[in-house]
C-alpha cells in the first residue's frame, strides 16, 4: 500500500530550485506530524525538515534559509520548497509521517530522486 506519494524530484543546476510535495489520505494528515527526510549514498537518513507537534517547523541545519516545508491543509500535501540547490543536496527525499501513537507505525513515502550538478 503507497500512503504517502512523493513527486516533483529532478535534475537542476547548482542554485537552482524545486519543490517537492507529498500528497496523504485525510485521516493521516490530520493527525500525523509531516516531515522530509534524505538519504544520499553512502550517509544515513537524516531529517531535512518537518512539522512539529505544535504545528511549528524544524530544519537540518544545512538547509536553513534555503528550504522551506508548508502544507496545505484543503489538498492534504504537504511541500518542500528547496533554492539555492547545492551538489550535497543530492539525495533520494522521502516524504515521512509520524503518528501520535507508539503503537503505530512511522509512514514513508518512496522517495523522489532530487540531484544537483554543480
Known amino acids: 500500500q503507497v500512503q504517502l506519494v512523493e513527486s516533483g524530484g529532478g535534475w537542476v543546476q547548482a542554485g537552482g530550485s524545486l519543490r517537492l510535495s507529498c500528497a496523504a489520505s485525510?485521516?493521516?494528515?490530520?493527525?500525523?506530524?509531516m516531515g522530509w527526510y534524505r538519504q544520499a549514498p553512502g550517509k544515513q537518513r537524516e531529517l531535512v525538515a518537518r512539522?512539529?507537534?505544535?504545528?511549528?517547523?524544524n530544519y537540518a541545519d544545512s538547509v536553513k534559509g534555503r528550504f522551506t516545508i508548508s502544507r496545505d491543509n484543503a489538498k492534504n500535501t504537504v511541500y518542500l520548497q528547496m533554492n539555492s540547490l547545492k551538489p550535497e543536496d543530492t539525495a533520494v527525499y522521502y516524504c515521512?509521517?509520524?503518528?501520535?501513537?507508539?503503537?503505530?507505525?512511522?509512514?514513508w513515502g518512496r522517495g523522489t530522486q532530487v540531484t544537483v550538478s554543480s
Open positions: 512539522f512539529t507537534s505544535d504545528s511549528s517547523t
Open positions: 515521512n509521517a509520524v503518528p501520535p501513537l507508539t503503537k503505530l507505525a512511522t509512514l
Open positions: 485525510g485521516s493521516i494528515f490530520s493527525i500525523y506530524a
